[in-house]
């Protein structure tokens, strides 16, 4: 009776973790605008100022965003002006869904990022972690206050 519970629970694990996986990624739902994000206990809004114009401030981030494991480009480009990103856990392959775009403000822009669990109420951290990383790898960021123009 054991061996039969425990086969039922390995396909119960692997049907969710397949649901999981191949749940489709709605573009419309997902690639919004960023400043609208809200901030919850699977989101997190974030903000970085950039001496640079929009294009090149999204482009760095794209390149920072693609060179991340497990991370693909659901919607966008740096010329559209947002970009839609989907990065999957390692295990089971939850998603998150990152979006980036930009505000012009005097000599640069800011980047509005809002990054968001698909599943479940809490992320642990994981996307301001992912975040924070992301912009820390691009030139030029300061985590600091903005720069006074």
């Known amino acids: 009776m054991t ?18 996986r191949l749940a ?12 609208r994000g809200v901030t919850g206990t699977n989101s ?30 659901l919607a966008g480009s740096p010329e559209e002006g947002r970009i839609t990103y989907v990065s999957r856990s390692r295990a089971w392959g939850f998603p998150d869904y990152t979006t980036v775009g930009t505000v012009p403000d005097g000599e640069g822009v800011w980047l509005s990022i809002y990054a968001r669990a698909r599943f479940g109420r809490d992320d642990f951290g994981v996307n301001a972690a992912r975040v924070e990383r992301w912009l820390s790898a691009i030139p030029g960021y300061d985590p600091g206050p903005r720069p006074v123009s």
Do not use: C, N
């Open 24 to 35: 489709p990624s709605d573009i419309a739902r997902w690639h919004t605008d960023p400043a």
């Open 44 to 73: 997190d809004v974030a903000k970085a100022y950039f001496p640079m114009g929009s294009i090149e401030a999204l482009a760095a981030f794209d390149r920072v965003a693609m060179a991340e494991p497990r991370t693909t480009r």
């Open 3 to 20: 061996k039969i519970a425990l086969i039922i629970l390995a396909l119960l694990m692997a049907a969710g973790q397949a649901a999981v």
